[in-house]
């Protein structure tokens, strides 16, 4: 069956770093876009970022446009989001998911605060 293994998060101070990994497996992950989302205490799932197959095309959501990066290594079935000049406000559990189905990992937690 289908799993995803988020790791990665932590507690970061305002302006830090985090690269969060997600181990998929159950199915082909190289034919498959993938995408992080995150959730915030009382808030709804916010879609993050998102990658092609290959990796050539990559959207995000404007509050993190330029401070997060997502990537891919196909031959280790792992989607990445390297996040920089984090913000309180990226404080949330931060999930991985293959953008057409509906199986969702267990998510890591970032907590941003000094």
């Known amino acids: 069956q289908v799993q995803l293994v988020e790791s990665g998060g932590g507690l970061v101070q305002p302006g830090g770093s985090l690269r969060l990994s997600c181990a998929a497996s159950g199915f082909t992950f190289s034919r498959y876009a993938m995408s992080w989302y995150r959730q915030a205490p009382g808030k709804g799932r916010e879609l993050v970022a998102t990658?092609?197959?290959?990796?050539?095309?990559?959207t995000y959501a404007d509050s993190v446009k330029g401070r997060f990066t997502i990537s891919r290594d196909n031959a280790k079935n792992t989607v990445y989001l390297q996040m920089n000049s984090l913000e309180p406000a990226d404080t949330a559990v931060y999930y991985c998911?293959?953008?057409?189905?509906?199986?969702w990992g267990q998510g890591t937690q970032v907590t941003v605060s000094s």
């Open positions: 990658i092609t197959i290959t990796g050539s095309t990559t």
């Open positions: 998911k293959a953008l057409v189905m509906s199986t």
